[in-house]
């Protein structure tokens, strides 16, 4: 049974810097590749940055930049650091993790950008 949880959201100001982390309880060995997703208020949900088992980073369009992702193999964590955040990366972020060919989501985090 594979398990994620996303922690780190919460208020932060227009020009500040947040990291969300991505716990994944169970076979975080087999983990192929980890991203995020965020879905602004009724908006749909879209991909934003990823980091693959050997810790290659890709940032989106959205976020390039000021994106920097991080796979901690002693703790089974992939941490998501944004810096200069907008008003517009207002939304909340989803963490799902790729094992063989199922994929595992977290249920979601709020970061709001708000002075």
């Known amino acids: 049974q594979v398990q994620v949880m996303e922690s780190g959201g919460g208020l932060v100001q227009p020009g500040g810097s947040l990291t969300l982390s991505c716990v994944v309880a169970?076979?975080?060995?087999?983990?192929?590749?980890t991203d995020w997703y965020r879905q602004p208020p009724n908006k749909e949900r879209r991909w934003v940055a990823g980091i693959s088992s050997l810790g290659t980073m890709h940032c989106g369009d959205s976020v390039k930049g000021r994106c920097t992702l991080f796979r901690h193999n002693h703790n089974n964590t992939v941490t998501f650091q944004m810096g200069s955040l907008r008003p517009e990366d207002t939304a909340t972020y989803f963490c799902?993790?790729?094992?063989?060919?199922?994929?595992?989501w977290g249920q979601g985090i709020q970061v709001t950008v708000s002075s």
């Open positions: 169970g076979d975080f060995f087999n983990v192929k590749r």
């Open positions: 799902t993790v790729k094992i063989g060919s199922d994929d595992f």
